[in-house]
Structures are given as C-alpha cells and as structure tokens.
C-alpha cells in the first residue's frame, strides 16, 4: 500500500515507539507552527488545550462541529464539549446537508433544517447548549482567495452573526475527500446546501441539482474537489481572521474511516489517540495525519483502511494545496502538554 508522504520525520520517529514523549519537533527548519498534543480525552483535556493555545474566544463564538447523522454513533458528545462550549459561552454551529439518506431514512436526515433539529435533540445537544443553524435563512457570500475553482465561498447566513470561531473537529475518515478533519469542517461543513454542491463540484454546481448529485458530472473532478475545499476552508479562516479570530482543535476517537455525516459508517478499528491544537489549521490536520500514518497494527488497532481509503481519495492533497495557497504549514512542532 502506498505511504503518505510524511513532512514531519522526526516527530514521526518520537511518536512511534514512545507515545508517552513529551515533544516532539518536525525535521526541517524553521519548525513551523506549534501544534499542542494531549493523550487524555475528556472535558477536562478540552478546555486545557484550548488554554494552552493562548488564543481567548472573545465575542459572540460560534463552536463549529459535526451534530452526526441521525444513525451515527462517532460524533463529538455533548458531555465531552460541554465544559469548553459553555466556557467561551459559545453557540454550536452547523448547516444542513446536501442530500438526504434516502426511503424510510427521513428521521435520520440533515438535509432540511426541520429534520436536522430533531437529530440535534436526539443526540443531546439542545438541553445543553444554544445551537444554530446557519444557513437555516438563507445563504452568503465570502470571498476566496484562491479562485482557480469557485469564485466565492457560499456560506450559512447566520455566520454574520459571530466573532469568532472555534473550528471543534473530529478526526476521522471520509468517503470523498480520504479523511475529514479542520480543512473539511471550515469548508463543507460551513457551506450551505448549495455551497456543499458548489465545493463538490469544484465550482461546476453553483445551485444544488438534485437529479445530478454523485454523478459524474458532479464529482468527476477530485482534485478540483479537494483543492476546492482548501480554498474554501481559507475563506472561512479570512473571515473570521477580519473579526476577532478563529482556532482549531481536533479530537482523535471513534476513528471509522466514514465521516460522521454516514448514516452507518463503517466499524472503528482505530484506537482512540488524543486531541490536538492549534493557530494553523494545515499543521493540525498534518500532524493528525502523520500519527495515523505512524500507527501500527495489532489486534486492537489497525490503520490500513483509513489509510488506504486517504490514499484511494489522494485525500493529503487538501492539505499540499492548502499549504500552497498560503492557508498554512505542513511542517510543525508537536508539544505535549501531558505531565
């Protein structure tokens, strides 16, 4: 199977044998952003890597996660964002979903605001936190600085209605773009409808048709899919940068190599890691990269899929392209703040 190409080896080599090391640094000068590192999940972990990041989420913070398919086990739980969430007196964020999961599946859809809130409440969110739905008025229009695809980013309306943001990804696999981490959850999972099929398309779908989704006129671009979530996920970054800011934290459990937008993803066959940070979302989603990569593969841990479905999808070229149009750093040093 082919190996991802890997840009941070030394800190490749300090996680492989010796989880339990408290720093590690990326072979190549300058090191690059920090991405902060902790083995521990729990609320608790939470709010202790957001303060190592030294970044306050001030204003009016939308919290930007996956509320899961109704059928989908993996998501983020309320329980474990709680503390971080109602710390900032942040708002849970989400848009609705560009395809349904079809016959006798409605009660597990997001793909029109009203089903989308009964899967909010079922999987607990509503009795703990504000929530919103941002392109449940309507849509709007962000610039890219990378048009080489899409020529603006279609967003939720109601993002005009915050400061700052807390990008709150779950690491994990996806069908179409390999994996799904902070590039995917600023890109498609802050487009609205039409901007899920504009992203998709590589700008080719400007209004959602449904008679043409996953056809190859739709997805026969990958590339131009992948590169068009990178441009995306900058303008989400820009935006948010013009305010009072945005970070990017990922938490690597219930690892399926499915996103939490399939309805029954696949089984996780992936040990829970740890939850990562940082100011540079193409550092945070590399350095959760190279650990996947670096796993190896025993009874109770097994890589290869994710692996192979990153592959399959040439999923790293999100973040080679991200690194190319200035979004940020594929180079890193990695610190623990595990005592």
Known sequence: MKRIALFAAAALMLLGCNQKQETATTAQEPEGPVVYMTRDISPEALVKIYQALGVEATGRVAVKISTGEGSNPNYLKPELIKNLVQLVDGTIVECNTAYGSGPGNEKDERNTSANHWKVIERHGFTPLFKVDIMDEEGEMRIPVQDSTHIKYDIVGSHMANYDFMIALNHFKGHPMGGYGGAL??????????????????????????????????????????????????????????????????????????DCDCVDHPEP???????????????????????????????????????????????????????????????????????K
């Not at 940082?278 to 796993?295: E, F, G, R, Y």
């Open 184 to 257: 995917k959850n600023l890109s498609i999972g802050c487009g609205s409808a039409n901007g899920k099929a504009y992203i998709h398309s590589a700008g080719k779908m400007e209004v959602l048709d449904m008679a043409k989704l996953w056809t190859p006129e739709f997805i026969g671009d990958q590339d131009g899919f992948l590169e068009s979530m990178a441009a995306a996920a900058q303008a989400v970054t820009d935006y948010f940068r013009a305010k009072k800011g945005i970070i990017y934290i990922s938490v690597m459990n219930n690892m399926s190599i």
């Open 268 to 338: 996780v066959k992936l040990e829970d890691y740890g939850i990562l940070a940082s100011t540079d979302p193409v550092a945070l989603d590399q350095a959760c990269i190279d650990i996947i990569n670096n796993q190896k593969v025993t009874a109770t841990n097994d890589p290869t899929d994710l692996l192979s479905r990153i592959d399959k999808q040439h999923g790293i070229h999100t973040i080679e392209h991200a690194e190319k149009i200035g979004l940020g750093s594929r180079q890193y040093k990695l610190v623990s703040i595990d």
